[in-house]
């Protein structure tokens, strides 16, 4: 037997079954799509952090050389970047105040590379930073 037979009225929830699990599949779908986009965001942010962190640091180590040293400033910047494994982008010193610019390459499931920038500066209290 294929179907209800002829002129009898088959409920419509019965003409209907399996479709829970075409919703389930989709709600599924869009949950794991959701938590993709979660963690791109967040693999970004962290990138983002670690390069100001980076620039910061390399900043106040050429600050720190910027006085007393002022040629070699730049180069010790390069090295703290090194460490913390980024490229130095641009470094500048000017009366004693250290400006320097890091990108770090990181790479984003699904998307492929990616690089983040941050820039900061550092110098004497009173300075112009």
């Known amino acids: 037997m294929r179907g209800p037979p002829a002129g009898v009225d088959v409920p419509r929830a019965t003409r209907e079954r399996g479709s829970a699990t075409i919703w389930s599949i989709i709600l599924m779908t869009v949950v794991w799509l959701l938590a993709m986009v979660v963690v791109q965001v967040g693999v970004a942010r962290v990138a983002r952090h670690r390069a100001q962190s980076a620039a910061d640091l390399a900043a106040l180590g050429a600050a720190r050389w910027a006085l ?6 730049c180069a010790r910047a390069k ?8 490229s130095l982008r641009s470094c500048s010193v000017s009366e004693g105040v250290a400006e320097v610019a890091v990108a770090i390459t990181f790479e984003v499931p ?9 820039s900061a500066s550092a110098g004497p209290a009173g ?3």
């Open 79 to 86: 090295v703290i970047t090194a460490a913390d494994r980024a």
């Open 110 to 118: 699904l998307l492929g590379p990616a690089t983040a920038v941050a």
């Open 127 to 129: 300075a112009r930073a």
């Open 68 to 73: 007393a040293a002022p040629g070699e400033a």
